[in-house]
């Protein structure tokens, strides 16, 4: 559990995407919700924090992708309410079928019933009547359906829009356009939906792209080494077990590689559409710059 300001953020770890329960003052909010097949992962995590999954009171979802919407309808049926800004009406059933091709057991998919939709102007207000002060942005790049919460406070939660290192890779992007209107905010801390919350002390609209003190995780991102060997087929391997939907401690056992590295390997292939395995270890390499 983290205190930005006097805001109240828990972070989930019960899937490979990290959700996040935002307490406001009269309601919580989850931001995202993880893989299908993790209901009982999330209401063990949700016993764990003392905190009845009855009172969540609404679903925010970064973007209707899989590892970010997979049990969105079960805790809706719980009571909660799915919010969902109307540019992302059309794309609330895009992974039906992703789920029916590859077999996931459990998935239950979204009721429409259960979708409140709103311009997107009027976030500020909806999310007033659970007592949080912020705003929800449309941050197109990694998908067009992605949007992100700024809360006034200075958190910022982005799903799968790329990492503020990477910025420089993205030049003239939808992603830059994005990260440009989310920086405006002045947010003082970042939360990613496959990597850990970035602090950015305060500063972050003079970050400057490729200056890792501002965009790492809490205290700095810090250099790791690359593991040993053969780094393509260990990089390849993870890619597989994380198309199983294994989590990152079940990784590690297999792999004997370094829970950062593993986060990092997870991160990049769930948020870069088609990125090979060439493509991850680029990325490394400009993280550890």
Not at 36 to 56: D, H, K
Not at 202 to 218: I, L
Request: negative net charge; hydrophobic residues 35%.
């Amino acid at each position: 559990m983290a205190w930005v300001g006097e805001m109240k953020i828990h972070e989930l770890h019960y899937t490979n995407t990290n959700t996040y329960l935002i307490e406001g003052d009269s309601g919580m909010l989850l931001f995202d919700t993880g893989w299908a097949g993790t209901f009982r992962e999330f209401c063990r995590t949700m016993g764990e924090l003392g905190i009845p999954v009855q009172e969540i009171r609404y679903i925010l979802i970064s973007h209707f992708h899989p590892d970010h919407m997979g049990i969105a309808q079960e805790i809706a049926d719980q009571g909660a309410v799915i919010l969902a800004p109307e540019l992302q009406k059309a794309y609330i059933h895009a992974a039906d079928d992703i789920f029916a091709r590859e077999g996931r057991g459990g998935y239950i998919p979204i009721r429409d019933e259960k979708v409140r939709f709103f311009p997107l102007d009027e976030g500020r207000r909806i999310l007033k009547e659970i007592g949080i002060d912020g705003q929800i942005l449309h941050t197109p790049g990694h998908s067009d359906d992605s949007i992100s919460l700024c809360l006034d406070e200075g958190a910022l939660f982005v799903g799968d829009l790329n990492p503020l290192y990477e910025l420089e890779m993205h030049r003239g992007t939808l992603i830059e356009e994005s990260w440009e209107r989310l920086l405006e905010m002045h947010p003082k801390k970042v939360y990613y939906g496959h990597a850990r919350c970035a602090d950015l002390g305060g500063d972050a609209q003079h970050a400057a792209p490729g200056d890792n003190s501002q965009h790492g995780n809490s205290g700095g991102d810090e250099k790791y080494a690359v593991p040993d060997g053969d780094t393509f087929a260990l990089v390849s391997q993870i890619m597989k077990l994380v198309d199983k939907g294994c989590r990152p401690e079940k990784i590690r056992r297999k792999t004997g590689a370094d829970a950062e590295f593993i986060e990092d390997v997870t991160r990049m292939y769930l948020t870069h559409r088609n990125v090979g395995v060439q493509g991850i270890l680029d990325r490394i390499e400009i993280k550890n710059r």
